[in-house]
């Protein structure tokens, strides 16, 4: 079986969600950033590296707006039946299952949280 050409990130995951994908609908989506450039470091990078990633996507998935995402690849619409994010670093050694333990364990009624009356702060959770 040969690979096929490089053809970008675009083609890669139309392609992921051709092969792996439930005819509907993909699994696999492209969000793309634009780069701002950041004199303190003297380079081009996204707005705020990571938190600044977390901010954009909660945007995307709560607000249902892509805020300061330049591109996105894929069906945006099935990301509002997502509950839980996990974010992992390259150095994260996760054990297998312990995602779902995790969301398990947030999920549980106890552990669900609960705001002030003026829902600006978390009191319990």
Same mark, same amino acid.
């Given at each position: *079986?040969? =690979?096929?050409?490089? +053809? &970008? ?6 392609? @992921? ?5 439930? $005819? ?7 969000l793309?950033?634009?780069r701002?450039y ?6 081009? *990078?996204? =707005?705020?590296?990571? +938190? &600044? ?6 945007? @995307?998935l709560w607000?249902?707006?892509s $805020? ?7 069906d945006?619409?099935?990301?509002s039946?997502?509950?839980?994010v ?12 312990a995602g779902w ?17 003026g ?7």
């Amino acid at each position: *079986m040969t =690979r096929p050409c490089w +053809r &970008g990130p675009r083609a890669g995951i139309e392609a @992921l969600n051709h092969k792996y994908g439930d $005819g509907a609908h993909g699994r696999f989506f492209l969000l793309h950033r634009p780069r701002l450039y950041n004199p303190q470091e003297g380079c081009w *990078m996204g =707005r705020e590296r990571k +938190r &600044g990633k977390l901010e954009d996507f909660n945007t @995307l998935l709560w607000q249902r707006r892509s $805020g300061s995402l330049q591109r996105i690849v894929g069906d945006a619409a099935q990301l509002s039946s997502v509950r839980y994010v996990i974010t992992l670093d390259t150095d994260t050694d996760l054990p297998w299952g312990a995602g779902w333990r995790l969301v398990g364990a947030a999920a549980h009624p106890l552990n669900r949280p609960t705001m002030d009356p003026g829902g600006r702060r978390l009191v319990r959770g």
